[in-house]
């Protein structure tokens, strides 16, 4: 199993909503990512989780809230988002980490989100 | 900085190959990744590098890296209409974040 699994697919919110978004992989790998891309853009990182802890947030704004709560599963929860947070949500995770060695970093299909 | 340079686009005619090219900034990167996303996916890793390699041959993919000019590209042989996405460069930036080129976009043509 070499997959990456992101619910929902798409996601309509409104400006006042919290919504969340999922991902699980069952790979054991012990690193996960968040990462945000805009159309005709490429990804962007958000953040890095490493052995279920923050290791990276790249100045992410507050409404934006990731959480992981075991070694499989990383959520990324949303809270009064703007229209420009639009975008195309993607999850991935590897073995180790970036740090332990560049391992390959499996991405997810990813979460299309538009903010209303 | 971080900016990872890609051509924008790049059109061939099915049966050719086709090469993408990608400049990169961090000359201590260990790895180097080529990822394919067609329209409204996840990335898929194709391969990857390593910084200590010239050259890395997997089926119809070649991996060329010149790390004198930072220079990486891929080469796709007998290109096939299947090909037909966007395909990212990425580099392991300041050893812990995976960051990645502003993407090719290739147009496979019959």
């Known amino acids: 199993d070499t997959e990456v699994t992101q619910t929902p697919k798409h996601l309509v919110m409104g400006m006042t909503n919290k919504k969340s978004l999922k991902c699980e992989q069952h790979m054991g790998h012990r690193a996960m990512y968040w990462y945000k891309q805009k159309a005709k853009k490429p990804p962007e990182l958000m953040f890095v989780y490493s052995y279920e802890k923050l290791s990276i947030n790249e100045s992410v704004p507050s409404r934006f809230s990731p959480e992981c709560p075991n070694s499989s599963l990383l959520n990324l929860h949303l809270h009064a988002l703007q229209p420009e947070d639009s975008a195309l949500y993607l999850c991935a995770s590897s073995q180790e980490g970036i740090v332990g060695g560049g391992a390959e970093a499996f991405f997810g299909q990813g979460t299309r989100l538009t903010v209303v | 900085g971080e900016d990872v340079e890609q051509s924008l686009f790049l059109s061939v005619r099915e049966g050719d190959s086709s090469v993408i090219n990608c400049t990169y900034t961090?000359?201590?990167?260990?790895?180097l990744y080529w990822y394919k996303q067609e329209p409204g996916a996840g990335l898929q890793l194709l391969t990857y590098?390593?910084?200590?390699?010239d050259m890395k041959q997997d089926q119809r993919l070649t991996v060329l890296l010149n790390k004198k000019d930072k220079h990486l590209s891929l080469r796709i042989a007998d290109t096939q209409t299947g090909d037909s996405a966007i395909y990212f460069c990425?580099?392991?930036?300041?050893?812990?974040?995976?960051?990645f080129g502003t993407g090719t976009r290739l147009q496979v043509f019959p």
């Open positions: 961090d000359s201590s990167s260990t790895y």
């Open positions: 990425a580099e392991i930036f300041n050893t812990d974040k995976l960051i």
């Open positions: 590098i390593f910084s200590n390699m």
